[in-house]
């Protein structure tokens, strides 16, 4: 499986724009970048995805760099209910398992 | 929608009983899986399965049995438990068209 690394902490003030970046040198043509969250004492929620293109959705949005070796999530106004840990995870399309490989993530605190 | 649900929220057990973690989803997802996530590391691939009476080994699979008998329901069965297995358990589903995998809120078990 391609790897991704993430830094293992990052913070933010509330109502602030937030830029999580996720660095996977090794992707391959048909891996999907996805982003998912957990936060504390629940189970991951699914927060975006793309192969290619920059996406948009009503959580988040994720720009993926030309060569496809970065990406950035882009939460637009944090808030304290975005404080979790952040996935950034590459899911081959050609896989038959759809197995996430869940790494250490990025702990975002928001400061109100 | 109730989504994904997991029962029991928490259980403990002795070194060698066994137990059945229920997951039900109500989406009409075809594909579920299981996941363990133990302190301080990422969520592990159990079991999972892309439609009923199709289940398939993840990459964690000993210590555990699976069916899918019906699309809503996909029980993980412990079959003597050990303290290794002391662990949180995430349930996940998904339309296989979709990629947006869907957790539910999870079984903290401990094995004394």
């Known amino acids: 499986d391609a790897k991704t690394t993430q830094p293992n902490s990052m913070e933010s003030n509330e109502e602030e724009p937030v830029h999580l970046p996720c660095n996977h040198s090794?992707?391959?043509?048909?891996?999907?970048i996805h982003w998912y969250r957990q936060l504390p004492s629940q189970g991951p929620e699914y927060v975006i995805h793309?192969?290619?293109s920059n996406v948009n959705n009503r959580m988040a949005s994720l720009a993926i760099a030309e060569d496809r070796k970065s990406s950035t999530l882009i939460l637009h106004r944090a808030t304290l209910r975005d404080a979790a840990v952040y996935y950034c995870?590459?899911?081959?399309?050609?896989?038959?398992?759809?197995?996430?490989?869940f790494g250490k993530g990025t702990l975002l605190t928001v400061n109100p | 929608n109730a989504g994904v649900t997991q029962t029991p929220k928490f259980q403990v057990l002795k070194t060698g009983q066994s137990m059945t973690l229920q997951c039900a989803q109500d989406?009409?997802?075809?594909?579920m899986s299981w996941y363990r996530q133990d302190p301080g590391m990422g969520l592990r691939l159990i079991h999972y399965?892309?439609?009923?009476?199709?289940?398939d080994q993840g990459e964690v699979p000993n210590g555990y049995n699976v069916s899918r008998s019906t699309t809503e329901d996909f029980p993980l069965r412990l079959l003597s438990a050990a303290p290794s297995q002391t662990s949180v358990y995430f349930c996940?589903?998904?339309?296989?068209?979709?990629?947006?995998?869907?957790f539910g809120p999870g079984t903290r078990l401990t094995v004394t």
């Open positions: 996940a589903s998904m339309h296989l068209s979709s990629y947006e995998q869907y």
């Open positions: 995870i590459l899911l081959n399309s050609g896989g038959s398992n759809y197995k996430l490989t």
């Open positions: 989406m009409n997802h075809e594909y």
């Open positions: 090794t992707i391959s043509g048909t891996d999907y």
């Open positions: 399965s892309v439609g009923a009476g199709i289940t």
């Open positions: 793309g192969l290619t």
